[in-house]
């Protein structure tokens, strides 16, 4: 068993009979009759999904089977038969966020859009943020999970800043200089990840004044 087993569970997992091993008798339905076990409950994928984002938000690295039943209120076995590897689970589960959710529309200038979206530096993580950010920790050994937790936290970040940019400029900006304050925007949230840090709103203020805004300028 390996490492990752371990940590997630996953030698708690049932084992799948192969198709050329025998059927313990325990095991085998009556001739003629289909065996049924219990219907699954619709909602309960939906708790699982949910409960994966908890523990991912609030436990860190501490991801854990048991923690996700507890939570999700659900057993082991109903986990496995939606998601045999516990990875997959933390790949849905970090796809289903949305950490921009409560992010305000674009609308106006190339300021105000900056100002709007650098905004949310002057909050806490979100719990939706704080499950997608916890992902990219795990992603060293995942390159999937590193995909989902680019495409709901890196990629969308990037197109509010670049349809910001470009708002109500005649004529646009430079791709090269759209592409340098992409660059700090990244920064400044790679940061604010990693610290979990709140800035204050006039100092939001001043980084779209001082240090965005001049890098558009030609």
């Known amino acids: 068993m390996t490492t990752q087993q371990t940590m997630f569970g996953l030698g708690n997992a049932p084992r799948a009979h192969r198709s050329d091993e025998p059927v313990p008798p325990g095991d085998a339905a009556p001739t003629g009759r289909r ?3 219990r219907p699954r409950d619709p909602q309960a994928t939906g708790r699982i999904i949910a409960a994966t984002q ?7 690295c501490s ?3 048991e923690a996700i039943t507890v939570r999700g209120g659900v057993g082991k076995a109903t986990i496995y038969r939606r998601w045999p590897h516990v990875p997959d ?14 992010a305000p529309a674009p609308d106006g200038d190339t300021r105000t859009q ?3 979206v650098l905004g949310q530096l002057a909050h806490p993580l979100s719990p939706h943020e704080c499950t997608a950010v916890v992902a ?8 999937r999970l590193r995909q989902a937790a680019e495409d709901v936290l890196l990629n969308p970040l990037r197109d509010r800043v670049a349809a910001a940019c470009r708002s109500g400029s005649t004529p646009e900006p430079p791709a090269e200089r759209v592409e340098a304050l992409l660059t ?7 940061r604010r990840w990693s610290t979990r ?7 939001v203020e001043l980084l779209v004044d001082d240090v965005l805004l001049p890098l558009l300028r030609p």
Do not use: I, K, N, Y
């Open 35 to 37: 065996r049924t076990g």
């Open 54 to 60: 908890d523990v991912l938000a609030s436990d860190g």
């Open 63 to 65: 991801v854990t089977v």
């Open 89 to 102: 689970l933390m790949v849905d589960a970090v796809t289903a966020t949305d950490p921009f959710a409560a």
């Open 114 to 116: 900056l100002l709007a």
């Open 136 to 143: 990219l920790h795990h992603a060293a050994w995942d390159e």
């Open 184 to 190: 700090v925007v990244e920064a400044l949230w790679v």
């Open 197 to 203: 840090s709140v800035q204050d709103p006039a100092q």
